[in-house]
């Protein structure tokens, strides 16, 4: 069966330190909790569709490692098709260490290792092999020269191209007008406008959704954490707000909402619908520690919905 999203993008293997909260520079502080687990951008938005019921893909780069295969095994027990996630020889798989307070709030350093093996010429021998996809979905944590290649090669398909433009950076103008769908959260939404990375009050953000719009984005989503998404298309504007939870760790909620998203695009629903969905998702999925251990199942996720009609 041909697959309907395929993720081209990242894997980092998680090394998570949990404390009562993120030490400031040079302060060391004493955690609680320690354990690894699979991550990276790519890999969590590919495993979150994949739970909730898309039939995914995946492109990517792994090391020669034990890590490599442990994030590949467990792709593959969601429903991914890892058939096209190649190992690289000699080389270290990605890795990401991540401090979470016991409120939710975290912080990352990652480390790419094989994923910055991806190139363009890596991205173009998989035309035969993507098909047809109905959505390509793209992160920067591999080199933008493969992010490039891949929105052309997903515009060149026919495919809905999403760009989760994490972590936060500068892009090349050309992305613009490839790209039909951005996910910014507001750190990187401020980025991208050439604004210091910060959270945006609600006239500051749709100012820059509007202002990433001029430059070529034909529909923007602007992820808000806690209080939803703001979806800007059309010279229209919605705010969908978020479901209230208790959070216990907000790693990978963005990548959770991009997985929820591409499946109800996939499932022929427009954006207003597709982002409640993925709304619903992302806040189901801080329920839980880890950045793929939290990505719900559609039961899950229909059991936690259903008291709200």
Same mark, same amino acid.
């Given at each position: 069966?041909?697959?309907? @999203?395929?993720?081209i ?21 004493? &955690?609680?909790?320690?354990?690894? !687990?699979?991550?990276? +951008? ?11 019921? &898309?039939?995914?893909g995946?492109v ?5 490692d ?5 994030? /590949? !095994?467990?792709l593959?027990q969601?429903?991914c ?8 020889p000699?080389?270290?798989s990605? $890795? #990401?260490? @991540?401090?979470? #307070? ?5 912080? $990352?350093?990652?480390?790419?290792? #094989?994923?910055?093996? *991806? ?18 979905? *793209? ?19 026919? #495919? ?7 972590? !936060? ?8 007008e490839?790209? =039909?769908?951005?996910?910014?959260? %507001? ?9 210091p ?15 990433? /719009?001029?430059r ?9 954490? =806690? ?6 298309e059309? &010279? %229209? ?6 479901? +209230?939870?208790n ?7 963005? =990548? ?5 998203l591409?499946?109800? $695009? ?18 189901l ?7 793929? !251990?939290?990505?719900?199942? /559609?039961?899950? *996720? ?8």
């Amino acid at each position: 069966m041909e697959n309907r @999203i395929v993720v081209i993008g990242s894997l980092n293997m998680d090394l998570v330190a949990c404390a009562p909260r993120i030490p400031i520079v040079g302060e060391t502080i004493v &955690g609680h909790t320690y354990f690894s !687990a699979p991550g990276g +951008k790519g890999a969590n938005q590919a495993l979150a569709a994949a739970r909730l019921g &898309g039939q995914v893909g995946m492109v990517g780069r792994v090391g020669s490692d034990d890590f490599g295969r442990q994030m /590949r !095994a467990n792709l593959k027990q969601a429903g991914c098709d890892v058939s096209r996630l190649l190992e690289v020889p000699a080389c270290n798989s990605g $890795i #990401a260490v @991540i401090f979470v #307070a016991d409120d939710g709030p975290n912080s $990352i350093i990652v480390v790419p290792g #094989a994923n910055g093996r *991806l190139s363009p010429e890596d991205v173009r021998a998989e035309a035969e092999y993507l098909g047809h996809p109905t959505v390509v979905m *793209l992160q920067l944590e591999n080199p933008m020269p493969a992010v490039l290649e891949a929105a052309h090669l997903g515009r060149r398909l026919g #495919a809905l191209v999403i760009l989760d433009p994490a972590p !936060a950076q500068r892009v090349p103008e050309e992305l613009f007008e490839l790209v =039909d769908l951005w996910t910014p959260n %507001e750190a990187e939404a401020a980025t991208l406008s050439g604004l210091p990375p910060s959270r945006l009050d609600s006239r500051l953000a749709l100012l820059v959704a509007q202002k990433l /719009r001029g430059r070529g984005a034909k529909s923007v989503i602007m992820k808000l954490g =806690d209080e939803g998404c703001l979806l800007v298309e059309k &010279g %229209e504007s919605q705010h969908l707000p978020a479901v +209230k939870v208790n959070a216990v760790d907000t790693t990978a909620a963005g =990548d959770v909402f991009n997985g929820a998203l591409a499946v109800a $695009i996939s499932e022929g629903q427009e954006l207003a619908a597709a982002c409640a969905f993925a709304n619903q998702a992302a806040g189901l999925s801080v329920t839980k520690r880890g950045a793929q !251990a939290g990505a719900p199942t /559609r039961d899950e *996720l229909s059991a936690f919905t259903a008291p709200l009609g």
